[in-house]
Each structure stands twice: as structure tokens, then as C-alpha cells.
């Protein structure tokens, strides 16, 4: 049940010997996304062993290169070693001019589809959905077309409180409707179970109802990330993102350079706490870090003096949110 993000490519547009440029790897549930894919991105998912064929889908902010480049060496690789399977890159649709590139130069031995699909948006949207997780995009405020993304894990399904199985003798199919979200209505005069889902619900008066409020639970607090990079700060965006577990924004500068972040489109770690604190985010994760620190002290200062609960991106650090399981204490 792991639901955690890996930061590998932890600089701004300028790498520095100890920094590539923006590169993420989230791993929900067995699934594993890339999240922007700078330059040596393929590098540094080797030297943390992140399995290449793993990676089912690339979601790419905007097409700045240090968000972008290092897909050419990634895909080609990812030829080489065989790959069949699919991979969708989620893109904003400039990205169509490098998909035909794509195609024509490394397309032509490779045994796997690239799927792109382009994301627009003025405010948040579903862009995709598995069983147990949905994804959204929402714009952001940079100097190009630019997407963060939040996944949120769906509510799970409802556990039935084990101690009432007994006393009230539910079958097998009144705990899968149970579990379902169904209320079970027994008939009085027959004692047949009948459910909701059926349509043949019976007055009050002549059934027992028993409700999934009161027989079930829900076994854990569904979770939630959402990456924003690179972006200005702008009222919105906390709302979009109310109550997540953990947020990844960018903080390129300290405070002392706030006209160049403002100038350039980027946030300042005052800022991106801002954005976490607004937002009643568990924990924030910094990075996209411009290359003038060589020291990131004062960064992680003055985003603490904001929100507690910032941290710095470093190079193959994994960021863990952990289930939150509730009690079945009935
Ligand atoms: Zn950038
Ligand atoms: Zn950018």
C-alpha cells in the first residue's frame, strides 16, 4: 500500500555538479509514474534502482528543457532494454512537435507505443483513472503553458465491523452490498434480505434496515500528493489542492530575491510554505533549486518560519505517506 515520491532531479534550469534538473518518481500501489523528466533523469533512476519497464506514465509540467530533456535518452533506452508495454506521456500539446520527432528518430525499432495525450486546462480536471487512484491537472502561473497534478487515492472500499456478523446473522450477500455502500433492507413478514441495489426497498414500517453507517467503516484515509512546478504564486492554486498530504512546490529562491522569482515566474520557499500552509497541507517537499545555493540552509529557514512542516528535495530522498488505517473498534 505504499504511496510515496522519490526526488531525483532536485535543480532549476541550471544543473550543478551535485544537481540535475527536475525529475520525480511517485509510486502508488504498484504503479510507478515519472514526474517531469530533466536531463539525466534515466542516470539517476538507475543509480536509485527504479525499474525503467515499471514506469507506466510521464506526466511533464511544461516543455521548459529542464523539465523535458532528458526524455530523449530515457525513451531510446527504454528501447533498447525491449520494452513492449505502453507508455502514455502526459504533456501540454506543444509536445506534439517533439512527439513526431520522436517517432521518426527513435520510433523507428522500438516495439512499444508512445501514447500522448495533451493536457489543457483552466481548472482542475480528471486526466486519468485506475481502480484505486484518480489524477487531476490544474494550470499553473509561469512564463509558459505549465500543468501541476494531484493524485488522490479513492475512497476505499468499506470494511464491515466483524463483531455485528454474528449477532445479526448477515450473510455473504448482505456484507458484499454492505461493503458496497448499499443499505440492506430485511422484509419483516418473509425475513428475506432484499438491498437497495434491487429497487424492492420496503416502507420503514415493514422492513429492518440496516445501514452501511452504522455495519461498516472505511479501513484507512484515502491519500493525496499534488506537484506544482514551476509556478508564481496566485490565490487559487491552495484551493485547488485544499487538505493534501503531501506537496511538492518548487522554491527556486530565498526571500532576498523575491523581484527575480516574481520577474521570472518562479516562487521563493516563503512562498511555496504559504502555498502548503493555505492549502492545510500534511508536509511540504521543496525543490527546483536555483543553482546560486550551494548551501540550501536559508531555504529550508525561511519555509519552517512559514510552515513547520517543509522539507528539502535531495537527490534520491523518498518521501513516505503513510496510511493512516482506522480502527475497527466496534
Ligand atoms: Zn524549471
Ligand atoms: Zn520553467
Request: a neutral charge.
Amino acid at each position: 500500500m505504499e504511496f510515496k515520491l522519490i526526488t531525483l532531479g532536485i535543480s532549476s534550469a541550471s544543473p550543478t555538479v551535485n544537481r540535475f534538473p527536475s525529475a520525480h518518481v511517485l509510486k502508488v500501489r504498484g504503479r510507478s509514474f515519472l514526474i517531469d523528466c530533466g536531463e539525466g533523469a534515466q542516470l539517476l533512476m538507475k543509480r536509485y534502482g527504479i525499474n525503467f519497464n515499471g514506469i507506466s506514465d510521464i506526466f511533464l509540467s511544461h516543455l521548459h528543457g529542464d523539465h523535458l530533456y532528458g526524455i530523449f535518452g530515457l525513451l531510446s533506452t527504454m528501447s533498447l532494454m525491449g520494452r513492449t508495454s505502453p507508455i502514455n506521456i502526459f504533456a501540454p500539446r506543444g509536445f506534439s512537435r517533439i512527439m513526431e520527432f520522436l517517432n521518426s528518430e527513435i520510433g523507428k525499432d522500438k516495439q512499444y507505443e508512445i501514447n500522448f495525450i495533451p493536457v489543457e486546462c483552466r481548472s482542475p480536471y480528471f486526466i486519468e483513472e485506475f481502480s484505486n487512484l484518480t489524477i487531476e491537472a490544474f494550470p499553473l502561473k509561469h512564463r509558459v503553458e505549465t500543468y501541476g497534478y494531484m493524485f488522490r487515492e479513492k475512497q476505499p472500499d468499506r470494511n464491515v465491523h466483524k463483531s455485528l456478523i454474528e449477532p445479526y446473522g448477515l450473510t455473504l450477500r448482505e456484507i458484499a452490498s454492505l461493503k458496497r455502500g448499499e443499505n440492506v433492507i430485511r422484509n419483516v413478514e418473509d425475513g428475506k434480505p432484499v438491498t437497495e441495489a434491487d429497487g424492492s426497498g420496503k416502507d420503514a414500517a415493514f422492513a429492518n434496515v440496516l445501514t452501511t453507517d452504522v455495519f461498516t467503516y472505511r479501513p484507512f484515509e484515502p491519500r493525496s500528493f499534488a506537484y506544482c512546478s514551476d509556478t508564481a504564486r496566485f490565490n487559487e492554486l491552495p484551493l485547488w489542492i485544499k487538505g493534501v498530504n503531501l506537496l511538492y512546490h518548487e522554491a527556486t529562491f530565498t526571500s532576498e530575491m523575491d523581484g527575480k522569482a516574481e520577474k521570472t515566474f518562479h516562487s521563493t520557499a516563503a512562498e511555496a510554505a504559504a502555498c502548503a500552509r493555505d492549502a492545510g497541507a500534511g508536509k511540504l517537499v521543496m525543490g527546483h533549486f536555483s543553482s546560486r545555493y550551494r548551501d540550501l540552509s536559508q531555504i529550508l529557514k525561511e519555509a519552517r518560519e512559514v510552515f513547520p512542516e517543509s522539507y528539502l528535495a535531495k537527490e534520491g530522498a523518498e518521501f513516505d505517506i503513510p496510511l493512516d488505517k482506522v480502527q475497527d473498534l466496534r
